[in-house]
């Protein structure tokens, strides 16, 4: 994989907050993709907690060609993660890895070196 195409190393994570190597700002919640990252903003999709993570959420993370995304459910896994979107994964032959926050960016820092991995980060509850 050639290192443009990398997706993002995560260098920390705290409550509502998670950091990239090479950026200065920090995001509360993130959307990661092979070649680079974003804020996460719910309001665009209408996403809540319950029932959680729509199809629509990773809709960008596929135009980005992942092959592989890591879902976090949050600090205290409150996030949900809609059927729906697992099946679009599915469908689509991305493998899906759904953790709390802390577990997910272990996995994603782990298979951003030898796939292309997406990952949605949520960093509060």
Known sequence: MEKGERSPRITRVSWGCIELEGREAAYKDAKLFPGGSREWDWRET?????????????????????TVVVLSKGMYERL????????????????????????????????RETERVGGLFHTTC
Do not use: F, K, S, W
Not at 46 to 66: C, K, M, N, S, Y
């Open 46 to 66: 209408g996403t809540e907690h319950a029932p959680g993570i729509q199809p629509a959420d990773v809709e960008e993370l596929l135009e980005h060609r992942a």
């Open 80 to 111: 949900g993660v809609m059927r729906e979107t697992l099946d679009l994964l599915t469908a689509r032959g991305v493998t899906a890895h759904v953790l709390q926050t802390e577990e997910a960016v272990g996995l994603y820092n782990e298979l």
